[in-house]
């Protein structure tokens, strides 16, 4: 083997070692943010009244899926799903979009919807629990640090608007026999286990690195096509080969 050919894959190495350091930092440091926001909007919906229940840092694995949900709060007005983002700067988003931006002194940063994950939470409790899905109320806060400038038919707010927001609906969906045994019932089937965690979060961060690696390979980290470099309605993007059938978009 040549000593050029022997310095070429060193550089290859050192290069994709740190992509993964890079990815894994901040996949850590979102982490650490993440809770620090969740702790906050805890800190809120604990000084409710007793006749709501609350449960924090929800999470279940049913079926072949794992759901991890910031906050429930149980009610006889209704099932209150909550998803805590500690972002700050410019929040771009609509209801449709797959993912929203975040804007920060000219750096941009993509995350899946917020309104999407929601959701897919309520969909999860819908099975566990068998309720209709008007008894649940989604609702997404952004820490004080975001400049919210969404177009959306949602709940997302700040946190100094939630309890008003909670408080604003009055109408009776659930008995208090209802609303105890549901919270009862969420409280057995929470895993506490920090093993079990551990392994969900290694499984995120496990797709998040596999997704990026296809994307710079140029592929579609969706269904395996080519990504092919396309003009939109809102300027270039890199489209799926498949589209119509697989409908990735990478900006």
């Known amino acids: 083997m040549s000593v050029a050919l022997s310095t070429s894959m060193l550089l290859f190495g050192l290069f994709l070692a740190l992509i993964i350091f890079a990815i894994f930092y901040r996949l850590n440091y979102a982490s650490i943010k993440g809770k620090r926001g969740e702790w906050h909007i805890a800190s809120i919906l604990s000084s409710l009244p007793d006749s709501y229940c609350l449960i924090n840092d929800f999470f279940i694995q049913k079926s072949g899926f794992s759901t991890q949900i910031d906050h429930i709060v149980i009610s006889e007005f209704g099932i209150f799903v909550i998803e805590t983002k500690n972002y700050s ?92 045994y549901i919270f009862r019932q969420l409280l057995s089937i929470n895993i506490v286990d920090p093993e079990i965690r551990k392994t969900h979060l290694r499984t995120i961060e496990n797709n998040v690195y596999r997704k990026n690696v296809a994307t710079q390979q140029g592929k579609c980290p969706r269904c395996g096509g080519n990504l092919v470099f396309r003009n939109g309605k809102y300027g270039k993007f890199w489209g799926c080969s498949n589209y119509p059938k697989c409908t990735y978009t990478h900006k």
């Open 89 to 180: 700067g410019w929040i771009f988003g609509t209801d449709n979009a797959e993912y929203w931006t975040k804007n920060k002194y000219g750096t941009k940063y993509k995350f899946y919807n917020p309104i999407r994950q929601n959701e897919a939470h309520i969909k999860a409790l819908q099975y566990i629990l068998g309720i209709s899905p008007y008894k649940f109320i989604p609702i997404v806060v952004f820490l004080k640090g975001a400049d919210l400038k969404i177009s959306t038919q949602h709940i997302v707010i700040h946190p100094s608007q939630l309890k008003s927001v909670i408080y604003s609906y009055n109408t009776f969906l659930l008995t208090t026999a209802e609303k105890e």
